[in-house]
């Protein structure tokens, strides 16, 4: 089992800039590919971002491009989400979640932080 735990998130005006962290328990964490995903109000859950196990490879949803960046720190068990320019639309619950190398499928999840952006 692998444990994860989000923090960072607050509320925030429009064009500025948190940053959150995930830190995980439980197992090796450098044998999970890491990701980001959100659910705003009455929505799906979307994907966010993704990073290999050692930081090589980052994914981003078109959304996000160019104002997210994901990073991992495997010495700490930690990943984080910096969002920089964020915008109104940007408002959701932020999940972090973990899959084993070569897993199709997130199989670990944290129970998400907030973020919301004002205009």
């Known amino acids: 089992q692998v444990q994860l735990v989000e923090s960072g998130g607050g509320l925030v005006q429009a064009g500025g800039s948190l940053r959150l962290s995930c830190a995980a328990s439980?197992?090796?964490?450098?044998?999970?590919?890491m990701g980001w995903f959100r659910q705003a109000p009455g929505k799906e859950r979307e994907f966010v971002a993704s990073?290999?196990?050692?930081?090589?490879?980052?994914y981003y949803t078109d959304s996000v491009k160019g104002r997210f960046t994901i990073s991992r720190d495997n010495a700490k068990n930690t990943v984080y989400l910096q969002m920089n320019s964020l915008k109104p639309e940007d408002t959701a619950v932020y999940y972090c979640?973990?899959?084993?190398?070569?897993?199709?499928?997130?199989?670990?999840w944290g129970q998400g932080t907030q973020v919301t952006v004002s205009s």
């Open positions: 979640a973990g899959k084993p190398v070569g897993s199709a499928k997130y199989d670990y």
């Open positions: 439980g197992r090796t964490f450098s044998n999970y590919v």
């Open positions: 990073i290999s196990r050692y930081g090589i490879n980052t």
